[in-house]
């Protein structure tokens, strides 16, 4: 260890905060959060154990002593909904596992994991004790069910409205010919091969708000609830036309469709759920990718945006944006697109590295608050590299694959670093997770 990062760290332990696993672990960041009404919780892999454990954590906090009413995270809206239905004991569903079972698209370990059953099952048992106010909802951001949200769409208004249903039937008979294949569409669109579903689906969406008063006649929540519901669903096929569409122009084209209609669908979520003139007050599950400031890395050169900085934005003041990091451990994730979980380790934080400097404050677990502490700030506004591990890790090529440069005191205004960290337990783990990953010089040799 250098002269120089051994001075860094020493600073940083001086303020950092040791998590031990006991009840006030978190008291210092509820105080950091304040009167927020949108806390972002991000996670540096999209696969690892200790991310979601200590995010459940932290919302339970929030929810039982801050009245945050909607966790809002990075999964598709019909999918994310039917969970919503369990934890607030409505639906079929009988345990969690069968609530999660509407996740089946790549990477389906993101939510059809040990962790978020239970916290579900929390969720489910806390809104069943409730004896007044709103039960806590669980709601999905993103934007890739394509086609199930045309199939929910259709049959929200076969129920309600058999006319609208014959005319909405008509617009996206023009998804028929992709076989429910969202990419092929993109592409034959993309290229000119096939004429765009773009004024049938914008055109739903128009008719659908036009029709609001009528589907929500009455005031019952039930209805407004359903209304908002098949009103979401359409809109999110509106704008996963659009990118899906775009996604061949290039990833900054495509990256920004994607978080606008995430930050879009957690304004359209907040209005919703402000009541009776009290604010809806939401946790935001996300990758640090999405949910730290985009103004603060790499991106802003690309002309890419994110959810935490469009939140920032649009609520100033009222947003606290906490990202997490490891050093070492184990994570699951796949070695190609659409390939199975595997169980891989997770190489130590590169020289240079906010995750280097991080492992030499010498605490197992700790969370340091970036906006408060002058000289903390001002040692973690340097720019450095930061690791991102999404649902493929690469380490063979990890320096061009997960590694970017960042200024984290501008990124977030908290940080929680686990030092070791484990990967997750997919419900639906092969042979192949479960025997992990063969040594690094495999097959090379010793």
Not at 393 to 403: G, K
Request: with cysteine; charged share 25%; proline share 3%.
């Amino acid at each position: 260890m250098t002269a120089a990062i051994d001075t860094s760290a020493a600073l940083l332990a001086a303020a950092a905060h040791p998590l031990e696993g006991g009840p006030g672990d978190y008291d210092a960041l509820l105080k950091l959060v304040g009167d927020a009404r949108f806390v972002l919780l991000g996670e540096a892999t999209h696969g690892t154990h200790e991310f979601y454990e200590e995010r459940s954590r932290i919302t339970q906090r929030l929810i039982r002593e801050k009245g945050f009413t909607a966790v809002a995270v990075e999964a598709d809206w019909p999918d994310a909904y039917r969970v919503n239905r369990y934890v607030r004991g409505e639906g079929d569903d009988a345990d969690a596992n069968a609530a999660l079972s509407g996740f089946e698209r790549f990477p389906a370990w993101m939510w059809r994991n040990a962790d978020v059953v239970h916290f579900a099952d929390w969720l489910r048992a806390h809104n069943a004790g409730l004896r007044a106010g709103p039960k806590v909802g669980f709601y999905g951001l993103d934007l890739y069910s394509l086609f199930t949200s045309v199939r929910e769409v259709l049959n929200y208004l076969e129920r309600v409205d058999p006319v609208a249903f014959d005319a909405a039937r008509r617009r996206y008979a023009c998804f028929d010919h992709y076989d429910e294949d969202s990419q092929h569409y993109g592409y034959a669109t993309g290229i000119g091969m096939s004429e765009s579903c773009q004024q049938g689906v914008l055109a739903q969406l128009q008719e659908l708000q036009q029709r609001a008063f009528d589907y929500m006649q009455g005031g019952d929540v039930s209805r407004a609830d359903a209304f908002f519901y098949a009103q979401q669903n359409a809109r999110l096929v509106k704008n996963d036309e659009e990118y899906y569409r775009t996604m061949f122009r290039g990833r900054v084209s495509s990256w920004n469709l994607r978080d606008s209609h995430m930050a879009e669908t957690l304004d359209a979520l907040a209005r919703h759920l402000s009541r009776e003139g009290e604010p809806a007050k939401i946790v935001i599950w996300e990758h640090n990718s999405h949910i730290g400031d985009a103004r603060a890395t790499y991106m802003r050169e690309m002309g890419e945006f994110n959810v935490g900085e469009l939140a920032r934005k649009a609520y100033p003041g009222q947003t606290c944006l906490i990202g997490f990091s490891t050093f070492d451990g184990h994570v699951t994730a796949a070695s190609e697109w659409d390939g199975p979980a595997e169980r891989k380790r997770v190489r130590p934080g590169m020289a240079g590295s906010y995750e280097e400097l991080l492992h030499h404050v010498g605490l197992a677990r700790f969370y340091l608050n970036l906006r408060d502490d002058s000289s903390v700030r001002r040692l973690l506004l340097e720019q450095r590299l930061e690791r991102a591990i999404g649902v493929l890790y690469l380490p063979r090529t990890e320096r061009q694959s997960h590694y970017f440069h960042a200024s984290l005191a501008e990124q977030f205004d908290a940080i929680i670093h686990i030092d070791r960290t484990e990967a997750l337990l997919p419900l639906d783990a092969t042979s192949g997770w479960h025997s992990g990953e063969p040594p690094e010089t495999y097959p090379e040799g010793i």
